[in-house]
């Protein structure tokens, strides 16, 4: 399973490069308004500079809601850099761009999925990554992790060759979860990737053994 880091935010997706890790990162208008990037010169040369940061996929969502605009916006996107994914939304527009963009060699990533009908027609339209949002439908009372264990169900059997990338994770047993049943990437904040560092016994059993060394060489 691929570890993508859900940020817009440089230092984040440093350390998690640094970490050796890492796979990718998906970004959002909303991860990017969080880091106050604005205006769509400044847009462009943060997601160049994430790039540079990042070895592996760089998910940049287009605004427009529209074909053509949406196609528009993804050919500027494309041309950044050969790491760039187009992110378009799972809306009608959103299927017919995406089928287009797939049949030219753009990659993609439909986001905002909440429903296995939805992931269809996104593999259906040759998709690259579907990210379906967990943590959005838990908040709703739903089971997210539900929704990933259809996905990967439906596209053994029916042969989809999109990744399913679990998006909207929040905690590390989200991440957990996500590879017990077959989520192909997950993209995560940083806090819920570095969470599955810890354990306490861990801390009291190096703790123990650092002790435990000082005492045998006398110091
Ligand atoms: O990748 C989608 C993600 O950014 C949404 O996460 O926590 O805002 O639901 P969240």
């Not at 605009?69 to 187009?86: P, S």
């Not at 986001?111 to 996104?122: D, E, K, M, R, S």
């Not at 593999?123 to 579907?130: C, E």
């Not at 838990?138 to 679990?166: P, R, T």
């Amino acid at each position: 399973m691929k570890f993508f880091i859900d940020t817009a935010n440089l230092d984040q997706i440093r350390e998690a490069q640094d970490l050796g890790i890492l796979d990718g990162v998906t970004t959002n208008p909303s991860l990017m308004a969080k880091e106050g990037i604005t205006g769509t010169d400044q847009v462009l040369a943060h997601y160049k500079a994430i790039c540079d940061i990042v070895d592996g996929d760089v998910s940049a969502e287009v605004i427009s809601t529209d074909y053509e605009g949406m196609l528009r916006e993804a050919e500027v996107l494309a041309a950044i850099d050969e790491k760039i994914v187009v992110k378009v939304p799972m809306i009608k527009d959103g299927i017919k761009a995406i089928n287009f963009l797939s049949q030219n060699g753009v990659k993609t990533n439909c986001t905002l999925v909440f429903t296995p009908g939805q992931a269809i027609l996104a593999a259906k339209a040759g998709a690259t990554y579907i990210s379906p949002f967990i943590g959005r439908l838990d908040d709703i009372s739903q089971n997210g992790l539900e929704l990933i264990a259809s996905m990967s169900q439906i596209f053994a059997i029916q042969g989809y060759e999109s990744q399913i990338l679990a998006a909207s994770v929040r905690s590390p047993l989200h991440i957990v979860k996500c590879a017990e049943i077959g989520a192909n990437v997950i993209t995560a904040p940083l806090s819920a990737i570095l969470a599955l560092l810890n354990h306490p016994l861990t801390d009291s059993g190096l703790a123990k053994f650092l002790e435990d060394h000082k005492k045998a060489s006398g110091q």
